[in-house]
């Protein structure tokens, strides 16, 4: 029994906790549903000819009957198909995200697996779940001691200061910090403490200074991946050596070589390869047996097959319930490729786009999907976020400049409170749904479509408790943004910046957009319509749409014209 139990415990102490959120997130995942969580019978206002009645409707449970309620599905790439998500431990999870290897910054297809797994992260926080969410960072690895080589520079150093620009990135990208970023070089008495009882169990032998893991002694090995032991070969970073006793045996253990940094061992110095890492960080701070494992589809073989085969070995009873991967990005219909060079950072997209496009850009796609990244397809969402971040910023303009201080009322209209739970109902049930985040977005069109008709519509304007209905359409849907990571600090400046991401797409400055629409105004005053259709056309071409009202003319972001063309002839 005690065996069983060191096998289950982990060889950290670690308390499981929820991610650390702001108050403003915090609070936002509190009243998520907040309309139908204290049960209320709440009176809605009915207009039928010019007779005015209020109905009563009842809405929904309380928020843990809600919660109980709503079943989360997550797809297994072990079994192949959705399961019913059930944790180890009721109310908690422990969840292991394989992290970069930092060596450079960081490209689009890493932003797609840590935004993939925030949302994740945040939709098991909302379902009131404790959340263990440890993502490793690889800085002893043979890319880095390369590129540390290229430059003149320790690698350790090099990688510290690559993990700091990851830091960066993923704050950009408004993805929460884990639990715990373990890193490999922090851990060595824990890699050869995990190898060691490997060897203990004849699943691996020694070979000059270097130990390999033996796959013949895993007859399971490739349940993951579904690859027979025969088709196997040396993968991605698995050297192949004649030493071997078979082709796909893996290191466990690499001997020092000149220039490179080592640990001392008992089989000598090195440094371990590539798989053992995860297996003993995640064992380290989450135990043997833990709830998601997860990362990129091209981790499904080698590196997570043999992180199963090696923890296995080092503990049979070694489990780990769902196993998730998310898809590739592709570029321009094409796989991206460091080694192709046909890839972007991260840097160099935000460079041109607002961090928050990019991530509505990621999760516009279901996760498990291919995605295929084209100047429309962020172009397209750079304009999506800006009018919804528009229209919920009119929104609070509005309610900002009423008297009383607008709330949640006991009375709203049906229509409202119609369009408010068909909206929660389809965010929660698609996010349930293995995480289709492509639905929840598009089922924001109904509830924007409605804030705008009140702002802005004659009929809107003129409707009963129209305050009241706009203060909870915007909470209703700056909820299920948190959820998404879509909030901004303020709909304002995220506007703003919006708006100086399209300026220099365009290469022009907000003076002269101005200028541009000064000269409008003059030609349309003297009705040369022509060149007045001509100086919107000709910022309609690089992306910057004139908006005239009888306030005057402003512009926003806009998808440019030859863009939307191609959006339109595409199938």
Aim: hydrophobic share 35%; with cysteine.
């Amino acid at each position: 029994m005690a065996t069983l139990l060191k096998c289950y415990k982990p060889v950290l102490p670690f308390e499981s906790r929820k991610i650390p959120i702001a108050a403003a997130a915090a609070a936002a995942f509190k009243s998520f549903r907040y309309y139908s969580r204290t049960r209320p019978t709440v009176r809605c206002l009915s207009t039928i000819g010019n007779a005015k009645s209020t109905v009563e409707i009842k809405v929904g449970g309380t928020e843990t009957e809600l919660r109980k309620q709503q079943q989360l599905w997550l797809h297994n790439t072990m079994s192949k198909q959705k399961e019913l998500f059930i944790p180890k431990v009721p109310g908690k999870v422990g969840m292991y995200v394989c992290g970069v290897t930092a060596y450079d910054l960081s490209h689009i297809g890493h932003a797609r697996v840590y935004v993939c797994f925030d949302v994740l992260c945040r939709y098991l926080n909302y379902l009131g779940y404790e959340v263990n969410y440890v993502r490793n960072f690889t800085d002893v690895d043979d890319k880095i001691i390369a590129r540390a080589n290229e430059l003149s520079e320790d690698p350790i150093k090099l990688s510290r200061r690559f993990c700091e620009e990851f830091h960066q990135d993923m704050s950009y990208l408004h993805c929460l910090p884990p639990s715990v970023e373990p890193r490999v070089s922090d851990h060595m008495p824990h890699i050869i403490d995990m190898i060691e009882k490997i060897l203990d169990k004849g699943c691996a032998y020694r070979v000059d200074g270097d130990v390999y893991f033996s796959v013949d002694k895993f007859p399971e090995y490739g349940k993951l991946s579904g690859r027979k032991l025969e088709d196997n070969r040396a993968g991605e970073r698995v050297a192949v050596d004649a030493r071997k006793k078979h082709p796909a045996d893996f290191a466990l253990w690499k001997s020092a070589k000149e220039g490179e940094p080592f640990w001392e061992s008992p089989w000598g110095p090195g440094r371990p390869g590539w798989h053992i890492e995860c297996s003993a960080m995640s064992a380290a701070y989450l135990g043997y047996t833990f709830d998601i494992h997860g990362g990129g589809m091209d981790l499904v073989f080698p590196h997570h097959e043999n992180e199963i085969a090696q923890s296995c070995a080092a503990c049979k009873t070694s489990n780990i319930s769902y196993w998730i991967h998310n898809g590739f990005v592709n570029i321009d219909s094409e796989k991206m490729s460091k080694s192709s060079g046909n890839f972007f950072t991260i840097r160099q997209v935000i460079e041109l786009y607002h961090p928050l496009a990019l991530r509505l850009f990621l999760i516009g796609t279901h996760y498990r999907s291919p995605i295929n990244y084209t100047i429309v397809q962020i172009e397209s969402a750079s304009d999506r976020l800006f009018y919804i971040y528009q229209a919920l910023y009119d929104c609070q303009i509005l309610v900002s400049q009423h008297d009383k201080e607008a709330s949640w009322k006991d009375s709203i209209p049906a229509e409202t409170a119609s369009c408010i739970n068909k909206f929660q109902d389809e965010v929660l049930s698609s996010v349930s749904d293995d995480l289709h985040t492509p639905v929840a977005l598009a089922a924001m069109s109904d509830p924007l479509k409605l804030i705008n008709d009140l702002l802005h519509t004659r009929k809107g304007k003129k409707q009963a408790l129209r305050i009241e209905s706009l203060v909870a359409l915007e909470n209703t849907i700056r909820n299920v943004l948190e959820i998404l990571g879509l909030v901004p600090a303020s709909y304002a400046q995220a506007l703003c910046e919006l708006k100086e991401k399209a300026l220099k797409r365009a290469k022009l400055t907000d003076d002269q957009v101005h200028q541009k629409i000064i000269e409008r105004e003059t030609a349309r005053k003297k009705k040369e319509y022509d060149r007045s259709d001509a100086i919107r056309n000709d910022l309609a071409a690089v992306g910057i749409a004139l908006m005239d009202s009888p306030e005057g003319t402003t512009w926003r972001p806009a998808i440019p014209l030859a863009l939307q063309e191609e959006q339109v002839a595409a199938p």
